[in-house]
């Protein structure tokens, strides 16, 4: 089975600065989906970022970026310029079309600091 | 357009009964799947349906079952209530088939078995 691991329970930063948040996967696939959510509190999860394994290129949305390493398994997520409605848990997901199953990570508490 | 709902947003039912979960999709969108959210177990996928066929199904025990109706709306059904089944539930929608694909969430429905 995959396995998605998050090792940063929570983490802050200063409104305006950087941060990158860490995610690690295991799998033996070679076609897979790889995905960061957002869940506010007591608000919707949304979509932050998605990265198809076959791409090398790092996918990026506005001030959202991911650091890909798929023989590393690990794809970060890097929040620049961050702002107080960034405050929320993040969690990492994986997908396989193999395996038919989804995946989420136990997800990062980011508390951006005003 | 209107987002994801989900009736009820909050349900307290006692060990043994059964509960019906329901959701509406995004207009347009046909994949309608599901998630446990706990704080022990974290987000796992339970399944997902598209155009009225379960494609994927998670790892939980057969009390967990679900179905979708023609106009994409789909309910979720667990038997024989357990204390661990206590959860947010929550439901996501797509315009296409494969969770490869963005999933657009609702705002869930807190289940608390007593």
């Known amino acids: 089975a995959q396995t998605v691991t998050q090792s940063q329970p929570e983490m802050s930063v200063q409104e305006a600065e950087t941060v990158t948040l860490s995610c690690t996967y295991d799998t033996s696939e070679s076609n897979y989906y790889l995905f960061w959510y957002k869940q506010p509190p007591s608000r919707q999860m949304i979509l932050v970022i998605r990265q198809e394994a076959y791409k090398q290129q790092n996918a990026t949305e506005n001030r959202f970026s991911v650091n890909f390493q798929k023989a590393a398994k690990s794809f970060s997520l890097k929040i620049s310029d961050s702002q107080l409605g960034d405050t929320a848990m993040y969690f990492c997901a994986f997908y396989s079309n193999t395996g038919n199953q989804f995946y989420f990570g136990t997800g990062t508490s980011l508390t951006v600091i005003p | 357009k209107a987002g994801v709902t989900q009736t009820p947003r909050y349900l307290i039912k006692t060990r043994g009964q059964q509960v019906t979960l329901s959701c509406s999709p995004i207009?347009?969108?046909?994949?309608v799947s599901w998630y446990q959210q706990t704080p022990g177990q974290g987000l796992q996928f339970l399944f997902e349906y598209f155009s009225e066929t379960q494609r994927n199904k998670g790892n939980f025990p057969g009390r967990f079952s679900g179905r979708q109706f023609s106009n994409s709306r789909s309910e979720m059904n667990v038997s024989t209530l357990e204390l661990g089944d206590s959860a947010l539930y929550l439901c996501?929608?797509?315009?296409?088939?494969?969770?490869?694909?963005?999933?657009?969430f609702g705002p869930g429905t807190r289940l608390t078995v007593l």
């Open positions: 996501a929608s797509g315009p296409l088939a494969g969770l490869n694909n963005e999933q657009f």
């Open positions: 207009s347009g969108h046909r994949s």
